[in-house]
């Protein structure tokens, strides 16, 4: 069974002044497919997005893992070490008394993380991170996040450099691509279309491929090429196409208990 790790990055969308959570409270426009589809999936959200949908939040949980997307959407190179523990540690124990338990996985914002960051995560026994995005068509497309090559599978990273395989106890699901440095995300997902992705995975056949996007991918918005309905059609388009090939979608921590029985 080949796997497809499906998450969404669930913030507030700064440059939509006017409505910042007009992705979170439209969420459900994404989640519907997912359901349709019976796509298990992981939601990474803000501790501002539990606060502002609290209500939301809960019954997204009913079917979907909810990890954590740090307590506000600041990336992680702007705090010190100090302000960082205490994003962690605030948004851990809010999570705690909604949920009567601790979150499982991270996803740093914009996916910038490093060293320093893994050991706060061991410290409040976070299992998994998802941040690492071990491909990327730079300097053709520079995004910030990207900070050199690593594994394109599930891997314990190194204490000395996240980016290699090692043994801390934090499994690494990263944002692999389908095949060289094609992103495989909503941004991406509405740029290309998509044939061409249908078309590569066809070939290629990528065992392992992880599929994620924004609460605002699945709403109109400036500047937002194919966003709202026409992106809505095409991820149903795509899941449909996984599903029929024989891709199993599944929760970071699903997958991080099928690595530890396996390791």
């Not at 992103?183 to 392992?208: A, D, E, N, Y």
Request: charged share 30%.
């Amino acid at each position: 069974m080949k796997t497809c790790f499906l998450s969404v990055d669930v913030e507030k969308r700064e440059r939509q002044k006017n409505k910042p959570f007009e992705g979170v409270d439209n969420l459900d426009n994404i989640l519907n497919i997912f359901k349709k589809h019976n796509a298990k999936a992981t939601l990474f959200i803000t501790g501002e997005v539990l606060e502002y949908a609290l209500d939301l939040v809960k019954e997204w949980s009913e079917n979907f893992e909810i990890g954590c997307h740090n307590y506000n959407h600041i990336t992680l190179d702007k705090l010190d070490f100090r302000e960082r523990e205490r994003q962690i540690r605030d948004f851990v124990a809010l999570y705690r008394d909604i949920f009567g338990k601790s979150p499982k996985g991270f996803r740093a914002p914009r996916n910038i993380i490093n060293n320093e960051q893994f050991k706060i995560l061991e410290k409040y026994e976070f299992l998994y991170d998802s941040s690492v995005i071990p491909r990327y068509p730079w300097p053709v497309c520079r995004y910030e996040g990207y900070k050199g090559r690593a594994p394109l599978l599930p891997y314990l990273p190194s204490k000395e450099d996240y980016r290699k395989s090692g043994d801390l106890e934090i499994l690494e699901i990263p944002e692999s691509p389908v095949f060289f440095v094609i992103p495989f995300s909503g941004t991406w997902l509405r740029k290309l279309g998509v044939t061409v992705f249908k078309t590569i995975i066809r070939f290629i056949k990528p065992k392992f491929i992880s599929l994620s996007m924004h609460s605002w991918d699945g709403v109109k918005f400036e500047g937002g090429k194919n966003s709202g309905e026409k992106f809505l059609k095409q991820l149903d388009e795509i899941l449909g196409f996984l599903e029929k090939i024989g891709y199993e979608f599944k929760s970071g921590e699903k997958i991080y208990g099928e690595f530890s029985k396996n390791k």
